[in-house]
Each structure stands twice: as C-alpha cells, then as structure tokens.
Nanobody, 115 residues
C-alpha cells in the first residue's frame, strides 16, 4: 500500500531554515506529482508547494521566494526547503500524492517558528 513518511520538522526561530523530507513507497514515484500541504490550528489545510514527475514546481504565494520543493526519484523522496521562516509558517506539514485520483497523506510533521 501507499506510505508517506515525513521527517525534519521542529522548532526554529524566525528567519531560520528547515528542510522537510517525505519518503514514499507503494507507488511508481517518478511519474507522480508530489505535494506539500500545511495546516495551522483553526485553519484549513492549504497547498504549499507541488512538483510534477518532470520537476515542474508550483508554490503558494505566501511562500514564493522562501520555500523550494525538490525530488530525488532514485530515493523516492521529496523535499521542502524552507528559508526565512516566519511565525505564520507554524503548522503541521503534510506530504501528499494522488495516484489514480485517490489522495494519500503522510502522518505530518510539526513546524513551529518562534518570534
């Protein structure tokens, strides 16, 4: 079955950086677009960044110029490099994939940015 395992979250001061990783299994990784979402307390889950199998990327306006999504197909892993972090980036970050129209989620990793 499809499994997504995120890692790399933590507590960081404003202006700092973190890199999230998501290891995928149970899918043909190289052909699937991969997404990073986040959900802050009391807010809806929102799409942060996406990358196609061919490496084309898309970002939410709130993170453009600060976050970078990338993938390593031989390692079945997608990354989210987060720079210049702000307190409003505090959320649980989720990796997601949607093969065949069904979306699968990882367990999430907490990112907390202190001011």
């Amino acid at each position: 079955q499809v499994q997504l395992v995120e890692s790399g979250g933590g507590l960081v001061q404003a202006g700092g950086s973190l890199r999230l990783s998501c290891a995928a299994s149970g899918i043909i990784f190289s052909i699937n677009a991969m997404d990073w979402y986040r959900q802050a307390p009391g807010k809806q889950r929102e799409l942060v960044a996406a990358i196609t199998g061919g490496g084309r990327t898309n970002y939410a306006d709130s993170v453009k110029g600060r976050f970078s999504i990338s993938r390593d197909n031989p390692k079945n892993t997608v990354y989210l490099q987060m720079n210049s972090l702000k307190p409003e980036d505090t959320a649980v970050y989720y990796c997601a994939v949607e093969p065949g129209g069904h979306i699968y989620w990882g367990q999430g990793t907490q990112v907390t940015v202190s001011s």
